[in-house]
């Protein structure tokens, strides 16, 4: 049986930032496996997750803080007006 995929989900504070200052509305979660990167405005986990506090070992993207789970994960983006499964 494969192993599953670990995810990591984070808020990206750059996009917070620059969706403040030019009144945008880009996604700013962002649902990280080791094949891809799903961006969206609305997260589901269908299962159990752990957050993470790493503060001295963040992951590549500089995120130190993000929530695991190797469960599916759903990702909603507005500006597609879809739903994506992150198996």
């Known amino acids: ?13 750059h996009m917070i930032k620059a969706n403040a200052k030019h009144d945008g509305t880009a996604p700013v979660l ?32 500089g995120a130190k803080v993000w929530m695991e789970t190797t469960c599916p994960v759903f990702v909603w983006d507005d500006n597609l007006g879809k739903e994506i499964k992150v198996a």
């Open 1 to 13: 049986m494969p192993r599953p995929i670990k995810k990591r989900i984070h808020v990206n504070q």
């Open 30 to 61: 962002t649902v990280k496996t080791s094949k891809s990167n799903t961006y969206g405005h609305e997260v589901t986990i269908a299962g159990p997750c752990r957050v993470v506090y790493s503060p001295t070992k963040p992951l590549s993207c």
